[in-house]
T-cell receptor, first 112, second 115 residues
Framework: GENVEQHPSTLSVQEGDSAVIKCTYSDSASNYFPWYKQELGKRPQLIIDIRSNVGEKKDQRIAVTLNKTAKHFSLHITETQPEDSAVYFCAASINYGQNFVFGPGTRLSVLP | DTGVSQDPRHKITKRGQNVTFRCDPISEHNRLYWYRQTLGQGPEFLTYFQNEAQLEKSRLLSDRFSAERPKGSFSTLEIQRTEQGDSAMYLC?????????????FGPGTRLTVT
């Protein structure tokens, strides 16, 4: 079955700097890759997603890149703000969004 | 609140007891998912419904676990003979019947503590 790895497990950046989180997946049939943000004690919420027929997608300060050949995808957050501090989870899915396999998460701390 | 709701939010039970959790998805969503999340880990898929049909079950879902969605609306997850290893956050999510929309909307979760 699908296996998703995520690095780093923790990341601290200064406010205004960029943050990059990387994920790798094992099943080449995966075709949908969402990123979820989970603040302490709250539910996971989708922040951006990408389908396998697209190499990059951007939404304001957030972007995701996908390399299907290498089976990895990355989340890029620019101009980080303290409210970006949270745990970020990547996921991979076959059949566009049915069974999600999540990575173990990255705890991002944005230091003022 | 038109989001996904779960009840109860917290449940403390003794080992060996049965527990049942309820999930109410977003009303127009026909797909419903159950996940388990332990501290410091990502959600782990348990099972998935499309309308009332249970289409996929993880091997994590032992024979002590059963899920239903009898009318294609709310769903229940029952754990029989609970064990301390069942302590976790149980998350429900739902997604749209529109095949072009893949986002899963999560509920607040039910935190289970087995003593």
């Amino acid at each position: 079955g699908e296996n998703v790895e995520q690095h780093p497990s923790t990341l601290s950046v200064q406010e205004g700097d960029s943050a990059v989180i990387k994920c790798t997946y094992s099943d080449s049939a995966s075709n949908y890759f969402p990123w979820y943000k989970q603040e302490l004690g709250k539910r996971p919420q989708l922040i951006i997603d990408i389908r396998s027929n697209v190499g990059e997608k951007k939404d304001q300060r957030i972007a995701v890149t996908l390399n299907k050949t290498a089976k990895h995808f990355s989340l890029h957050i620019t101009e980080t703000q303290p409210e970006d501090s949270a745990v970020y989870f990547c996921a991979a899915s076959i059949n566009y969004g049915q069974n999600f396999v999540f990575g173990p998460g990255t705890r991002l701390s944005v230091l003022p | 609140d038109t989001g996904v709701s779960q009840d109860p939010r917290h449940k403390i039970t003794k080992r060996g007891q049965n527990v049942t959790f309820r999930c109410d998805p977003i009303s127009e969503h026909n797909r419903l998912y159950w996940y388990r999340q332990t501290l410091g880990q990502g959600p782990e898929f348990l099972t998935y419904f499309q309308n009332e049909a249970q289409l996929e079950k993880s091997r994590l879902l032992s024979d002590r676990f059963s899920a239903e969605r009898p009318k294609g609306s709310f769903s229940t997850l029952e754990i029989q003979r609970t064990e301390q290893g069942d302590s976790a956050m149980y998350l429900c999510a739902s997604s749209s019947r529109d095949r072009a929309i893949h986002e899963q909307y999560f509920g607040p979760g039910t935190r289970l503590t087995v003593t």
